[in-house]
């Protein structure tokens, strides 16, 4: 009779393990719901698994998500300090994009976060690397590859020279999907410093006139320039979008002396302003 009862604990035993592992994998594999593998990035140590929404990279903005796996104990990382360097090869230079810092997702347990603006690609969307360095229980390890970066459809980022011999970079970062209504948008910009260093650009105006060319160049009601908002190190403002089609959104880049650095109104005579971003739908 005790082996009646051995037997199904040991089954129930055995079964309670085997459906707790396979819980974890499906935690673990949640964590990058609605995400799109990029790329593997690999060392001897560890693979470094790089996800968008959309499985690319492109010119513009890119919201990246991040997960390392132990290649031995085949487990992702719950706690790493992870910094990133992308760099693009040109035939007689090199040089970096703005990114932010990679920082932890609050409600995951793997996944860490961050953006890169790429301005620029090469010819068959090559050129550029991107080197992952992060540090594990005070172990520091890098991994570093090749990349492709595709041209996006529109110019949703422009980079410039202003009146004050600055390289200015600006980047849409919203809306992301435009709706006929009056949209938050949102640019991001930034300076070049040098090669390496992009600093956000502080409490200057970005000007907003957006137009439709295929319609009269007309403009739309209810438009709100765009101001520099501490907390999040970007321009917020609002664009109203009438009808979907093409809409040019004509900029002036104005300082914090209220010199315009880069843009001119738009007038019968000039139709469109020389800073400017795209947006269709």
């Known amino acids: 009779m005790k082996l009646i009862y051995i037997l199904p604990v040991v089954f129930l035993t055995f079964f309670i393990s085997c459906s707790s592992d396979d819980d974890n994998d499906t935690t673990s594999l949640n964590e990058i719901e609605n995400l799109i593998k990029v790329k ?6 560890h693979t470094i698994e790089i996800y968008t929404q959309n499985g690319k990279f492109y010119t513009g903005y890119n919201n990246i998500s991040i997960r390392i796996k132990d290649n031995v104990e085949k487990k992702y990382i719950e706690s790493a300090t992870i910094s990133w360097s992308p760099m ?29 603006i790429y301005q620029m690609t090469g010819m068959n969307n090559t050129g550029w690397s991107l080197k992952i360095t992060y540090i594990i229980d005070n172990q520091e390890y890098e991994a570093e590859d090749t990349i492709m ?11 410039i020279m202003g009146s004050d011999d600055v390289k200015y970079i600006l980047a849409l ?14 640019i991001g910009l930034y300076k070049m410093e040098n090669i390496m260093k992009f600093p956000v650009v502080e409490n200057y105006t970005i000007a907003l006139d957006p137009r439709m060319p295929s319609m009269g160049n007309h403009s739309s009601p209810n438009n ?30 104005i300082n914090d002396k209220g010199l315009v650095l880069k843009g001119e109104d738009i007038t019968d005579s000039n139709t469109q302003s020389s800073l400017y971003l795209e947006i269709e739908f």
């Open 173 to 186: 970062l919203e809306p992301s999907t435009p709706k006929i209504a009056v949209n938050d948008i949102i």
């Open 149 to 159: 970066v595709m041209q996006s459809d529109k110019q949703n980022v422009t980079t």
């Open 88 to 116: 693009m090869q040109m035939e007689t230079m090199k040089h970096s994009c703005p990114k932010s810092e990679v920082s932890k997702v609050s409600d995951k347990n793997t996944v860490y976060n961050g953006f890169i």
């Open 224 to 253: 709100q320039d765009l101001t520099y908002s501490i907390k999040e190190q970007i321009y917020n403002g609002k664009l109203s979008l009438t009808m979907s089609g093409y809409w040019m959104l004509n900029l002036k880049l």
């Open 40 to 45: 593997d990035i690999t060392n001897d140590t």
